[in-house]
């Protein structure tokens, strides 16, 4: 149904943003919500407070996605948003609906009702979340926050323990408006120390935006930013480099400031470190803010030039790591005279530190995805060894070794880039057993640990510990492949053979396929030919099947079905990955041979694969064809 529109009670420019959002309200959510209201409150067994009648009446049931997905048509006329569904939805009638967690108090004890949902506010910022740039290793949040109220009407966030967050659900909403907004563009936003928003405020000819300004956070407007002041820290939002410009050249003449720059929307060239110009001949004399934000201090200035641009330069030692700059974007006709040009050189790629320590392929895959290694998120060896020490852990040589020469490294994953480097891990993991150093992050919830002999330990907190590598470099080599951890190495544009028993040898022997040292070790082995992969997989992934074959050749895929059915005569199979091609001139009245599909998990055979000749094959199950593969005489080869 149409929505019963936006809050009155925002400003303009609040309702601008949540607009632009496709924020709405849809009006049969809102139909007897005062008794709704009270009939859910009374079944999670929670007090009835004023405030959160008022707050449905006012704002229950509004949503929205950032980028403007509109509420309109994405629920039936009697169903209530699910919380998944975006990324903020309001209303205590919502909330219960959802069954968002109802256990939280004050930490004075006062019980606490949920009102809200949101992506986390940073994300909101687009700092954290979609456009992540700042440092290499930042990763999109997967969680929603929940917002809660008291009996006196605070909104509180619903960490633990719960933080205080806003005065009232009014000036709730505006601070949210706020953080939207700076989502919506590319900007820079300056981090400088607390309490020194009123100085930026100032210099920038901002003025308070009352709606959104309370006990816990003051905000300011003008000249093209958004400043916020919030407990323990103070930040400024640009999208007009000279409102940026101005208040850093204010900062950098006051003794003890430091500040960060976060960009959003940046358009980013990574390059060889070797690449790096001199860091002495790009500053020049003008006057620098030092970087540093809280205690993390780093390395490097943040300048103004004498054409107003604004640089950050982040430095490690005498090597320059990073150069940022931030400039008005040329006039054209997709630009305003105020639109910023946000750019980032970056001297991290990896290829150069990893030279001579893994193959050709894996320097490959590391240039084609851009991978960077951070030096300064390493520690020299005596000082690790000291802090490993402190943290009654081993300082193990293999891990000594991966982090002098690739320490602070950061790899793709499934939910965005991780990091691999002791350093890097002392900072958020803790060992799982005796006698394991933290390694790094997986692609997923859980880490890598290191032993004595330099061999990597999984721990997923679902399976017990599980060893996956002999060596660093034999994991990298295999995450150029795609294989990390339970992900399967499955190029594009190959079929997928799964085969249940242990008889790779004899599949790679039948298709005159090579071991692969650099991939191979007592955890797994890869054989491959120029078109062809053989992988034995661990035990720990034995439940799906112990061989894979991975192909874009129908003739290998046949030879590889042949020979391990002769190798073991119990062996079952499954099929997957590419389909289609040309249809065949002619075909057999009658497949030549029928192999068991198998169901891995209960190992048993629900099927079989019919294959006529050297270029048809069919898998059936439950004795219909679920898919057909056909050989197309595709010559191109396919590279991992």
Not at 259 to 273: F, R
Not at 342 to 355: D, G, I, K, V
Not at 370 to 389: F, G, K, S, V
Request: net charge negative.
């Amino acid at each position: 149904m149409t929505g019963l529109g936006l809050p009155p009670f925002l400003n303009g420019e609040a309702q601008a943003v949540f607009g632009a959002n496709g924020f709405t309200r849809e009006e049969a959510l809102h139909a007897d919500r005062a008794e709704k209201l009270a009939e859910l409150l009374d079944r999670a067994g929670l007090p009835a407070f004023q405030q959160l009648f008022s707050m449905e009446a006012d704002v229950g049931g509004l949503c929205g996605r950032l980028g403007g997905t509109s509420a309109e048509g994405r629920h039936s006329a009697t169903s209530t948003p699910r919380a998944e569904d975006w990324d903020l939805l309001v209303g205590p009638v919502a909330m219960l609906e959802t069954r968002a967690r109802r256990d939280l108090r004050t930490p004075a004890g006062r019980v606490l009702v949920p009102i809200a949902r949101s992506v986390p506010l940073v994300a909101l910022a687009g700092f954290v979340g979609r456009h992540a740039t700042d440092g290499p290793g930042r990763r999109s949040p997967l969680d929603q926050e929940l917002f809660a109220t008291d009996s006196v009407g605070q909104v509180w966030r619903g960490s633990d323990p719960p933080g205080l967050f806003a005065d009232s659900y009014r000036t709730f909403l505006a601070k949210l408006a706020l953080f939207l907004e700076m989502g919506r563009a590319p900007g820079a936003l300056l981090h400088v120390r607390p309490g020194s928003a009123g100085i930026a405020a100032r210099v920038a000819g901002a003025r308070r935006i009352d709606e959104a300004s309370d006990r816990v956070h003051e905000f300011w407007r003008g000249g093209g930013a958004i400043i916020e002041d919030a407990p323990g820290e103070t930040r400024m939002w640009a999208t007009n480099v000279h409102a940026l410009a101005t208040v850093v050249t204010a900062l950098a003449d006051m003794a003890g400031f430091c500040a960060e720059l976060s960009l959003s929307g940046v358009e980013e060239e990574v390059s060889e470190p070797s690449a790096a110009p001199r860091v002495p001949s790009l500053l020049g004399d003008p006057p620098r803010l030092p970087l540093g934000e809280g205690d993390g201090a780093r390395e490097g200035w943040i300048v103004v030039d004498d054409s107003a641009r604004v640089h950050r330069f982040r430095t490690h030692g005498s090597r320059l790591l990073e150069w940022d700059t931030v400039e008005c974007a040329p006039a054209d006709g997709h630009a305003t005279p105020t639109a910023l040009r946000l750019a980032r050189r970056s001297y991290l790629l990896a290829t150069e530190p990893l030279e001579g320590h893994v193959s050709a392929r894996c320097l490959a895959w590391i240039r084609a995805h851009r991978i960077t290694r951070d030096p300064a998120a390493t520690l020299p060896r005596q000082d690790l060894e000291r802090e490993l020490r402190a943290r009654g852990l081993p300082a193990y040589p293999p891990a000594l070794e991966f982090e002098a020469v690739a320490g602070g490294l950061w790899v793709p994953g499934k939910h965005g880039r991780h990091p691999l480097g002791v350093s890097l891990a002392l900072r958020e993991q803790e060992s799982s057993a005796e006698g394991l150093v933290p390694f790094g992050s997986i692609s997923g919830p859980g880490g890598y640990f290191m032993d004595a002999r330099g061999h990597l330990v999984v721990d997923d907190f679902v399976q017990d510990l599980t060893f996956v590598a002999a060596s660093w470099r034999i994991l990298l080599e295999r995450l150029a492949l795609g294989h990390d951890y339970l992900e399967v190495a499955a190029p594009e544009g190959r079929w997928l053979l799964w085969i249940s028993e242990d008889v790779g040898e004899a599949v790679a022997a039948e298709l005159d396929a090579n071991l692969v040292p650099e991939l191979s070790d007592e955890y797994e082995t890869y054989w491959e030919t120029a078109r062809t992969r053989v992988w034995l997989r661990p035990r720990f992934m034995a439940p799906r099947g112990d061989c894979i074959v991975s192909t874009d050749r129908m003739r290998a895929l046949v030879r590889a079905l042949r020979a391990a059915r002769s190798a073991s005569p119990t062996v079952r199979f499954g099929l997957g990955g590419r389909t289609g091609g040309r249809p065949p001139t002619q075909r057999a009245a009658e497949p030549t041979a029928r192999y068991p599909f198998g169901s891995y998990s209960e190992r048993t055979q629900c099927g079989e694969i019919l294959v006529w000749g050297d270029d048809w094959v069919e898998q059936h199950v439950g004795g219909r064809p679920v898919e057909v593969f056909i050989d197309d005489d595709d010559e191109a080869p396919l590279e991992p």
